[in-house]
C-alpha cells in the first residue's frame, strides 16, 4: 500500500511521464494503487497521488455505492479528446486535499482514449459520475489540481484558507 501524498507536494503539479512498458511492475502498481484508493475511501486516484511520475489513472465509481454493475477502470496514458459543451456543477473533494469540499464546473460527457493494462488502445464515453471523476483524475496527471477548475471566488477562499493555516492537510 502507497501513502498519499497531499497539497503542496510538488508531484502534484508535474505533468507526469507516459508509461512505457506494459509488464509486470506496472500491475503490481496498479494494484497498490487500488489497495491504497480503497483504503482511503476513494472512487479515483492518479499515480502522483501516491508519489509516482507515472500517467496511470484509477477509477471505480461502484464501489462506494455497491454497484458491482460499473466495474473498475485502469487507464493508462490516458487523453480527453471529446468534452460535451454542456457543463454541469457538483461538489467534489480530493484525497490529496482531506476534509476540502467545493463546487466545480465540468463537462456533462467526455471521450477518452487510453490504453489498458495490457497495452491495448481504447476509448470510452463518459457521462455523469464517471466523466467528472475522470476529468478530475486526468487533470492529476497533467498537473492540475481541482482548485484551479473552480471560480475565481473559490480558489481564493482556498488559498486564503491554506495560507491563514484554517486548514490543515
Ligand atoms: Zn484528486
Redesign the pocket.
Known sequence: MFTIIKYPHPLLKKRLSHVEKFDSELKFIVRDMFETMYAYN?I???AN?VGLDLQIVIVDIGYKEKNKSIPPLVLINPKITKSSNKKVIAE??????PGYYDNVKRAESIVVEYYDINGKKKELIAKNLLSRVLQ??I??INGV??IQRMSPDKQLKFYAFYFLGKYKF
Open positions: 476513494g479515483g486516484l492518479a497521488q467534489e473533494g480530493c484525497l490529496s486535499f478530475h483524475e487533470d492529476h489540481s481541482f
